[in-house]
């Protein structure tokens, strides 16, 4: 299928897990992917590995300098873009007793101010029939314990799945978001666990997922693609969960 020739994607967080995995489909059916990440090395070495249909753009979702740049960075290879999957970050846990501001700023300058700036920016590059899909997240149905200031930033991104949508339905743009349950990413090393921790932790969730297993990053990527196809062209302000029933009917 080549459903996004001609096509260009900007997806943050590019560089691994499921915006690799959406890059990489992207450009199989055809499309131009520009990823973006923190390091000029972790973004290059992606760039490389997924071809010349790649361009990358170092960024920094917590970093409102980075993120007032972008648009001014993807107008070197570009005017328009099709698809924007707001997708960087990663969770990281804290008690509630011994989260400090740190904490606090990093994860909502990251998830939420990203996301809101990011958007806003890319909106003048994108045409009517385009489509914005936000990563939010299972934990936004649950209460993970230590995973309060995480779930309060997916919720406000959550949030915005539905206010974007109104402001952008006159533009012709679609708006939606994915809420991916447990996916077999890096994602977890940045959590603050220790490897065995992680591993603790990974055969704790295992039992309580419908289908006894972690979700796949191509999983994500495949509904993402869904979400900003014409086959999605009547679907707009809503979220899509990718978790295996694991928010709905998990143990
Ligand atoms: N894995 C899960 O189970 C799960 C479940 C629900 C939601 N999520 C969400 O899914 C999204 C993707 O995570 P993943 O699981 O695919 O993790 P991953 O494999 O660790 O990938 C995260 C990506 O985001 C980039 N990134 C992280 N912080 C960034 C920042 N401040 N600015 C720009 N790029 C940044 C990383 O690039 P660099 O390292 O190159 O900067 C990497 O490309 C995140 O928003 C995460 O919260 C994950």
Redesign the pocket.
Known sequence: MQRFKNRFALI?????????ATARQFINEGGTAII????NE??SNAVKELGPNALGIT????SMKDILQLQDQVRQHTNRIDLLFA?????KFAPLENGDEAHFDELFN??VK?TFFTVQQMLPLMKKGSAIVL?????TDMAVLNFSVYTAA?SAVQSFIKSFAAECTDKGIRVNGIS????S???F??TGLSQEQIAGAIQSIIPTIPFKRFGE?TEIAHAVLFLASEEAAYIHATELKVDAGVSTIGQ
């Open positions: 943050t967080g590019g560089t691994n897990g499921m915006g690799y973006t990440g923190r390091s972790t973004v960024s920094n979702a917590g997708n960087a970050g990663y969770a990251m998830l990203g990563n939010t997240s299972v934990v997916k991916p349950g447990y996916i990413t890096n994602g090393n940045n990053p």
